[in-house]
């Protein structure tokens, strides 16, 4: 059972952290706080509410951007180019990149065959894009358009509901963060299990997962407003358990054991570091388009030196390098 005193007298406790200051150099990769869509670099692009970040090689990531109903990318040196989907084209769609439609589509993450399986929230489905030529072929991994619910079971006839994340483990399953339903659910071979659930861990709202650096996950929970260190069949543990979150929404930690939670409604980035210590990464607690300000950050990502983040609010991605 997943370690949470919340409603035991810890929700009350408000622990003032340390938040003297925030990260320096919080930079702006892309993106100027205008909401639209359109490729370019730097503040040329556009987003409308970029929700989900995953690796994407070096110096460059791949984004879900929600309410533009795509799959995009963004590189450190600000270029920003579509991979799949447009506004024009919300629904669900299987076929070539170029006519694929997605609809509110959430967590990304990178297969090592560089196939992208994306969580459909709005469509309750899990989609992958395989490399086909110069671009992609969409098609659906598993769940049922358009149709909610919960059951396990061959791909094409499993339930999800709201998938919100998803992680493409080595051995080629992926695990899927089901909101909805509460659960943490594998697809394998072509059939769908569940691996987790609140009711056997205590967790409530889990809304974010990430592959912690020295083995299990992370998960951002926010329904509890805090951050799980987890793995499966496994007891799950608190991070900084007496730090209250708002609404903890992206996680993810870096090498020397730091794990980064992405406030989205405290409008800042907390991080944990190995100790259990929270302190505060970046943003300023308040929401702005300041460089250094965020506005409801929803994810986190450690790659190659830098946390990228993608701050929904402010239709912008940003960084701050991790080795200054």
């Not at 925030?22 to 929700?51: Q, W």
């Not at 969409?138 to 994340?165: E, I, M």
């Amino acid at each position: 059972m997943v370690q949470v005193r919340l409603f035991r007298g810890a929700l009350l406790a408000l622990v003032l952290f340390s938040a003297a200051a925030g990260a320096a150099g919080t930079r702006v990769v892309a993106g100027n706080g205008e909401m639209g869509f359109a490729d370019g670099v730097g503040d040329a692009a556009r987003f409308n509410k970029p929700i989900r970040l995953a690796p994407y090689g070096p110096g460059r990531i791949v984004i879900a951007d929600i309410n533009n109903h795509a799959i995009r990318t963004v590189s450190l040196d600000g270029e920003v180019v579509t991979l799949a989907g447009t506004p024009d084209r919300q629904g669900h769609k299987d076929g070539p990149a170029s006519e694929a439609g997605f609809d509110n589509p959430h967590g990304v993450s990178v297969a090592g065959d560089g196939s992208i399986v994306v969580a459909g929230a709005a469509s309750h489905s899990i989609r992958v894009m395989t490399p086909a030529g110069d671009g992609f072929d969409v098609a659906t991994l598993a769940g049922v358009p358009g149709q909610s619910g919960y059951r396990d079971g061959p791909a094409a006839q499993a339930l999800f509901n709201s998938p919100h994340g998803v992680i493409c483990e080595p051995d080629g399953s992926v695990l899927v963060v089901d909101i909805g339903n509460a659960a943490i659910r594998r697809i394998e071979a072509g059939m769908v299990t569940t691996i987790g659930k609140a009711a056997d861990t205590e967790m409530v709202m889990p809304i974010d997962m990430m592959p912690a650096v020295d083995g299990g996950f992370l998960i951002a929970d926010a329904g509890i407003q805090k951050g799980i260190r987890w793995a499966a069949g496994e007891e799950g543990t608190l991070l900084a358990p007496d730090t209250v979150m708002a609404m903890p929404h992206g996680i993810d930690d870096d090498e020397a054991g730091n794990v980064y939670i992405a406030e989205i409604r405290g409008h800042k980035i907390t991080r944990v570091d190995a100790s259990g210590k929270a302190s505060l990464f970046a943003g300023t607690g308040e929401a702005g388009l300041a460089p250094e300000q965020l506005n409801k950050p929803a994810a986190v990502l450690v790659h190659d030196g830098y946390l990228w983040i993608a701050d929904l609010g402010n239709h912008r991605i940003s960084v701050v390098s991790l080795e200054d």
